[in-house]
Antibody
Framework: EVQLVESEGGLVQPGGSLRLSCAAS????????MHWVRQAPGKGLVWVSF????????NYADSVKGRFTISRDNAKNTLYLQMNSLRAEDTAVYYC???????????WGQGTLVTVSS | EIVLTQSPGTLSSSPGERATLSCRASQSVSSSYLAWYQQRPGQAPRLLIYGASSRATGIPDRFSGSGSETDFTLTISRLEPEDFAVYYCQQNTGSWTFGQGTKVEIK
C-alpha cells in the first residue's frame, strides 16, 4: 500500500524557517517524480514544487521561488521541503504528493498544517 | 501560466442525478495532461481522472472525463451520497495549475 506521511508542521513566526519531510512507503521512491501542493484554510489547491527522479530537476511556483527548496533522499525514502523567509500567506496545509501517469498526482499524504503568525 | 476556470462554483443536486462539471483553460492544454480530483471534507484530494478521460485505479465507472484543447468536462452519471464533495481540475503544460474547484452539494 502506498503511504506518504508528512512530518508535523507547526507555528512559525514571519521570516522564520521550517523543513517538512515526507516518508514514503509501499513503492520505490526513486521511480517517481514527487511534488508538494498546499491548501490555505478554506481555499483551493495550489501546486508548490516538483522534483524529478534523482533530484536533478526541480520547479517551483512563482510565489515560493527563491524561498523554498525541494529535495529528496531516495535511499531514505524521504522527500523534503525547506521553507525559508516564511510569510503569513504561506499558511496552509502542505501535501506530499506522488507524480502519476501523464503528469497527474496520484497519491497524496494526509497533509500537515503550517501556520505563519507572530 | 495557463489559468483553469471551473464552473459552476457550486452545483446543487440530488442523489441519483447526473452532474456535469466544466473546466475551461485560458489556452490550449494537452489533453494528455488534464486531470480531475475529488476532495471530501477533512480529507486529502483523490485522483479521479488522468489524461482527460482515463479513470484512476479504483474509481467507479460513474465518473467519466472528456474534452480537449480548452474545454474539459467531468461527468458523474448518478450521484451517490459519497460524491458530494469539491472537485478540481489540474493541468500540466509547463508547470502544474489547478482550477478553483466546484463544490457539489446536496440540494
Amino acid at each position: 500500500e502506498v503511504q506518504l506521511v508528512e512530518s508535523e508542521g507547526g507555528l512559525v513566526q514571519p521570516g522564520g524557517s521550517l523543513r517538512l519531510s515526507c516518508a514514503a512507503s509501499g513503492f520505490t521512491l526513486s521511480n517517481y517524480w514527487m511534488h508538494w501542493v498546499r491548501q490555505a484554510p478554506g481555499k483551493g489547491l495550489v501546486w508548490v514544487s516538483f522534483i524529478n527522479y534523482d533530484g536533478s530537476t526541480t520547479n517551483y511556483a512563482d510565489s515560493v521561488k527563491g524561498r523554498f527548496t525541494i529535495s529528496r533522499d531516495n535511499a531514505k525514502n524521504t522527500l523534503y521541503l525547506q521553507m525559508n523567509s516564511l510569510r503569513a500567506e504561506d499558511t496552509a496545509v502542505y501535501y506530499c504528493v506522488r507524480g502519476g501517469a501523464l503528469r497527474s498526482l496520484d497519491y497524496w499524504g494526509q497533509g500537515t498544517l503550517v501556520t505563519v503568525s507572530s | 501560466e495557463i489559468v483553469l476556470t471551473q464552473s459552476p462554483g457550486t452545483l446543487s443536486s440530488s442523489p441519483g442525478e447526473r452532474a456535469t462539471l466544466s473546466c475551461r483553460a485560458s489556452q490550449s492544454v494537452s489533453s494528455s495532461y488534464l486531470a480531475w480530483y475529488q476532495q471530501r471534507p477533512g480529507q486529502a484530494p483523490r485522483l479521479l481522472i488522468y489524461g482527460a478521460s482515463s479513470r484512476a485505479t479504483g474509481i467507479p465507472d460513474r465518473f467519466s472525463g472528456s474534452g480537449s484543447e480548452t474545454d474539459f468536462t467531468l461527468t458523474i452519471s448518478r450521484l451517490e451520497p459519497e460524491d458530494f464533495a469539491v472537485y478540481y481540475c489540474q493541468q500540466n503544460t509547463g508547470s502544474w495549475t489547478f482550477g478553483q474547484g466546484t463544490k457539489v452539494e446536496i440540494k
